[in-house]
């Protein structure tokens, strides 16, 4: 893995865990936090939409918003544990 696409894995993380902490209210973690819950949502979001069905398309947009819909899945999860 090349240092540029650390990079672009990084900040399609970045952005899609930062969105998901907008979306999913009082469930963000800061940037590294959020960067981690995109990155982690990247891999629910592509399990999940596969196994739907669900093809968002290719490139960048596509990645983001499949990084934050999963991203989404794990704030709900976090804060369905976090509560109790």
Do not use: P, Q
């Amino acid at each position: 893995m090349s240092l540029e696409s650390l990079l672009i894995i990084l900040l399609i993380g970045g952005i899609a865990g930062w969105l998901a902490g907008l979306i999913v209210k009082g469930y963000g973690f800061g940037i590294l936090g959020n960067i981690v819950v995109g990155i982690i949502g990247a891999f629910v979001g592509t399990w999940l939409l596969g196994r739907l069905g669900i093809s968002l398309g290719a490139g960048y947009v596509a990645a983001v918003l499949n990084a934050m819909i999963g991203a989404i899945v794990v704030l709900v999860i976090i804060g369905l544990f976090r509560r109790r």
